[in-house]
């Protein structure tokens, strides 16, 4: 009668929007200041003062069809041809505008790449841990998840991804920074994975390709982020400007195809059919035109670097086991017992609203998204102390990294 894999989905809901949920019924109930969320990336840091004045300026200077009506499938021209200008400058890529594809944020970035590049039988490599919509996303366009766990630091294990890629393997999935372990990978990382997929390919007589999501390409607290697309050929990059520049809402991105791709012009139509068929075409106008303006900027970094450094420190000295985050705005803490599942649970006795890991494919672990205002993490740390002390735990007595 209906689809039974997309009622499941709609049923079970991902976790962190579960409980994203919770918190909301909770601050309902208690009070907005008593519950500590700490579920969903967010971003509370404002969008660069300018973007509101440019969105102003066009508003009231741009004629409305060109503000509000359709542009070309994959995007306006003029800001697809921004994009291309800025690979080219900012990373030496000579991308061009026909290889630029506006969309809908990351995620439609990322199912177009998959619904592209899918056929029947296909494989795609996650680093586990990985943001659980992966899953989602790879299954419905018919692939298979294979996972290669990342190594001790949340970096890339080439062991493990030497393993895990094989004949069927269609493409690598790549986060950095990453969501949820905030790792950024190395320059030195980048070059060794595209050595192993030059490998990978040769072997299996057919591009393996790199799909490298790239949300939080700004939001580093020193690491350089390398682009992949400067490593490795066969890379499509999905960009999104919901973190960078905190408008998440508004359903902005872009997928470029690297021009050194094989049969990179067929790829991209690909891309467009995929993009047609998902019913991703015309990204949303305004912000088409609004993001062309901002490529590589970002709110203000230094308010999440200081809320990394206050939870981070004060974790540490209850006693939780973490590593520090390189980028992104999460913090990925071991849970203090074998279930991340019971951990989240008893933290909710202390209105403390975490992500348990195994949706994340790694268990034993919580995830925290601390792109919150400063006084919330001021506010839950008490809370934190308790939790702490409920579990016996004692100050920096951790030594392990992970
Ligand atoms: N990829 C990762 C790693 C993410 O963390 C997110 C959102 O949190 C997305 C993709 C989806 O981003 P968007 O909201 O731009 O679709």
């Known amino acids: ?23 909301n019924a909770r601050k309902r109930a208690i009070g907005e200041e008593n519950v500590f969320d700490f579920s969903l990336g967010n971003p509370s840091v404002p969008p660069p003062a300018a973007l509101n004045d440019a969105l102003v300026q066009l508003v009231r200077q741009t004629p ?83 996972e290669a766990p990342a190594d001790a630091r949340f970096h890339l294990d080439l062991s493990a991804l030497d393993r895990a890629i094989g004949a069927r393997t269609k493409a690598v999935l790549l986060n950095s920074p ?38 939080y390409r700004e939001l580093t607290y020193g690491a350089p982020v390398p682009q992949p697309m400067t490593f490795y050929e066969h890379t499509i990059v999905c960009y999104s400007f919901s973190k960078s520049l905190s408008l998440a809402g508004e359903r902005i991105g872009y ?46 970094v230094s308010a999440y670097r200081d809320n990394r450094d206050l939870l981070y420190g004060a974790l540490r000295s209850f006693g ?6 390189e980028g992104a705005f999460y913090l990925f803490v071991r849970s203090p017992e074998a279930s991340a599942t019971a951990f989240c649970e008893r933290a ?37 102390g308790r939790l702490a002390a409920d579990y016996g735990l004692r100050g920096e007595v951790c030594t392990r990294a992970k």
């Open 1 to 23: 009668m209906i689809n039974e894999t997309y009622r499941r989905l709609g049923e079970e809901r991902s976790v962190i929007r579960e409980i994203f949920e919770y918190a």
């Open 64 to 146: 409305p069809v060109a503000l509000h009506g359709y542009t070309s499938a994959a995007g306006a021209p003029d800001v697809r041809a921004a994009v291309a200008r800025y690979f080219n400058e900012a990373f030496g890529v000579p991308l061009p505008p026909e290889l630029v594809y506006m969309t809908c944020g990351a995620a439609a970035s990322l199912t177009i790449a998959l619904h592209a590049l899918c056929e029947a039988g296909d494989e795609f490599v996650v680093v586990a841990p990985y943001f659980p919509e992966y899953r989602v996303f790879i299954e419905s366009a018919g692939g298979r998840v294979a």
């Open 320 to 325: 939780f086991c973490c590593t520090p985050p």
């Open 348 to 384: 909710k006795r202390y209105e403390l609203l975490l992500v348990p890991s195994d949706s994340f494919g790694a268990g034993g672990y919580a995830r925290i998204s601390y792109c919150v205002p400063r006084a919330v993490i001021e506010r839950a740390l008490p809370a934190f």
């Open 178 to 215: 990453n969501n949820p372990t905030g790792a950024v990978y190395t320059a030195q990382e980048l070059a060794a994975l595209a050595a192993l997929l030059r490998k990978k390919s040769a072997a299996r007589g057919a591009p393996v390709f790199l799909i490298s999501d790239e949300p």
């Open 255 to 300: 997928l470029a195809v690297s021009p050194r791709c094989d049969g990179a012009a067929a790829l991209f139509a690909a891309v467009c059919g995929a993009g047609r068929a998902l019913g991703y075409v015309c990204a949303p106008t305004l912000f088409q035109r609004v993001c062309a303006r901002f490529l590589g900027e970002s709110g203000d």
